[in-house]
């Protein structure tokens, strides 16, 4: 009798820990032992170290369900935006103020923010962006050169210079006896790299500034002439 008795206790308590339990509901769900329908909290736990949200993290899927996840998988499928285009023909401006640049081709545009027709990305979430772009002429003429990026609001009417490289190109005579030569020393790229703060609706445009007539060099594989957009928060 009494091994009868030990043997249902060991029975039902083996049964016990591997049942589901459900708390708040009477049908848990099948892929889960603790179904909790409902808030949850932890009175107390062991601290982690740094080097803990380095290697993994614990998500909840579309069902509620809990996972565990590499840092580096949760990193990969964030949402934000990531932008490279690029010119592939040449641009020619005469002189004059800033005149947009329209990098007319993409190599990708993740949450499709950028407009190839306009050259213009607009900002579907609030974050910050690295905004970097170059440019490379044909040829070095004596003058003002400048690059810059602008920030537009998400009406449109205030556009705001946000960064510039902007410098006179110069060429150098050298006369040895019968011989001159005419050298340029600037280099003809103009680029820029900064950080800005958007606003959804907010845009970025590019823009050239020359004192004389140029020619910019665009390519199918975009080295001479691109710009890129990633949003880093």
Known sequence: MLKQILFSILFLTIFSLQAQVGVGTTEPH??????????LRIRSHDEGSDDAAKDSLVVLDGRG??????????????DKSLVKAKLTSNFSIALGSYIPIVFNSEDFDIKNE????????????????RVTAQIKTANVSVGDLGLAVYKTNAAGTTSTKIAEEYFINVAVN?????????L????????VSTLIQLNAGEKI???????????????????DSFCTIEQVR
Not at 174 to 182: E, R
Not at 185 to 191: A, E, F, K, L, Q
């Open 205 to 223: 445009s590019f823009r050239l500034f020359s004192a004389v007539a140029v020619n910019v060099l665009g390519s199918a594989g975009g080295s």
């Open 30 to 39: 099948p892929d889960v032992m603790l179904d909790v329908n409902g808030g």
């Open 114 to 129: 950028f407009d190839s027709t306009t050259g213009v990305f607009t900002a579907l979430n609030d974050g910050i962006y």
């Open 174 to 182: 050298i006369n040895i006896i019968a011989l001159t030569l005419n």
């Open 65 to 78: 369900v809990v996972h565990r996840i590499a840092t580096s998988t949760l990193l990969a499928n964030m």
């Open 184 to 191: 340029n020393v600037s280099p003809p790229t103009r680029s």
